[in-house]
């Protein structure tokens, strides 16, 4: 019986499929490669040893995804891909909303009519939108402030109805704080097209020489020096995450939401020194206007996840920054071409 991983040669979903086949787990991985490369699934075998299928298959395309699940005995599924960047998704809002939520229906009609009502998905801190005070619980309100967020705000939704007309289903909802870092072993991480729009793609690209300075969006937010907060974590400890998810919705049925995050929060400032530190490389910055839509603070309060499904963060942000440093000078142009 195997795992059905959608996304999984994406950043998060290669580090994903590292820890389930290193737990002995059989995954199969479906992607279109639409914002990844089929080259990074061979190194998932080289760090684990391990084989396994993959399928180039676009969730969009029902016949095709339906093939996967006659040709193999699916019980449960790793739901990872869809597209992911804010600014896109407020310019092509059709093509997010198309993309995310009929690739996921696709899914979910056919994890029903198999029988594998078994799903993880991968939601995100977005979903709290502006939050009124941090740690952010679980039962916070919810609101989106673009595309993006309405999707996974809506895929959350379809979820738990589709829970409530079939309680067979086990539905595990981790929203994401901020993943960074990379595998230890510096052959799979993060490798975003173009110039990285996230924090820490871009520090990695200026430490090792490949840009010439950060520019750092405001520095008059309300923290305590003025640049944004947020909640890093290693995307190891994330990948992690999801193998006690799905154990526990083999063992329960039910909707269940989970804070993936370490509880701590540190400001972009903080970021760029840590990076120093971590590292030896130096990270030059400047202050620039602030990026319209972000927040002062967001960090999590993952004590839930530590209670029902016994996981918790172990890399501190000195790991993150140095994996994350090791990752980039290994391979200054990701997976190349
Ligand atoms: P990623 O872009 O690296 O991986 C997503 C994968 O899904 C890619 O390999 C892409 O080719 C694939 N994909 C997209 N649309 C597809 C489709 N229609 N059919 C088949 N494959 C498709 O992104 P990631 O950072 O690994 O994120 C994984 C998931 O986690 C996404 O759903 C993302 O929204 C969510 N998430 C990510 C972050 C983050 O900061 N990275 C934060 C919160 C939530
Ligand atoms: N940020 C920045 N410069 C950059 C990218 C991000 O100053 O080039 C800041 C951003 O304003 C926010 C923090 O870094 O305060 C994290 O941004 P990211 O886009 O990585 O995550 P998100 O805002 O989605 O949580």
Redesign the pocket.
């Known amino acids: 019986m195997a795992i059905l991983i959608t996304g999984g040669a994406g950043y998060i979903g290669t580090h994903a499929m590292v820890e389930f086949l290193n737990a002995g787990r059989e995954v199969i991985c479906v992607d279109n490669f639409s914002n990844s490369k089929p080259c990074a699934l061979e190194r998932v075998k080289q760090i684990t040893g391990k084989d396994f299928k993959s399928y180039e298959v676009d969730l969009l395309d029902y016949d095709a995804l339906e093939k996967v699940f006659v040709e193999n005995k699916i019980e449960s599924c790793i739901h990872f891909a869809g597209l992911k960047a ?1 600014g896109e998704s407020c310019e092509k809002p059709l093509l997010y909303y198309h993309n995310n939520l009929t690739g996921t229906f696709n899914l979910c009609a056919l994890l029903q009519k198999y029988g594998a009502k078994k799903i993880v998905f991968s939601s995100s ?2 979903v709290y939108g502006k939050p009124a005070s941090v740690p952010i619980t679980e039962d916070f309100p919810l609101s989106t402030t673009n595309p993006y967020g309405e999707t996974k705000l809506m895929i959350e939704r379809i979820l738990k109805d589709l829970h409530a007309a079939d309680n067979e289903w086990s539905v595990s909802i981790l929203r994401y704080f ?1 993943p960074i870092g990379a595998h230890k072993s510096g052959l799979i991480g993060e490798d975003p097209k173009g110039i ?5 793609p ?1 520090v990695a690209q200026v430490a090792t020489g490949k840009r010439p300075y ?5 520095d008059d937010y309300n923290t305590h020096d003025g ?4 909640d890093y974590i290693h995307v190891v400890d994330l990948a992690k995450a999801h193998l006690k998810a799905i154990e526990r919705a083999e063992k329960v049925s039910g909707v269940e939401y989970f804070n993936v995050g370490t509880g701590v929060g540190y400001s ?1 400032l903080d970021i760029v020194k840590a990076y120093e530190a971590a590292t030896g490389a130096k990270v030059p910055y400047k202050i620039v206007a ?2 319209p839509g ?1 927040i002062d603070e ?1 960090y999590a309060n993952p004590d839930k996840a530590y209670r029902v499904l016994g996981w918790r963060a172990e890399n501190n942000i000195e790991d993150m920054c140095r994996d994350s440093y090791r990752w980039q000078s290994n391979n200054p142009d990701g997976y190349g071409e």
């Open positions: 804010v801190a977005t901020n990285p729009n996230n924090l820490l871009y950060l520019s750092i969006f405001g640049t944004g907060v947020r972009v602030r990026r972000d967001c």
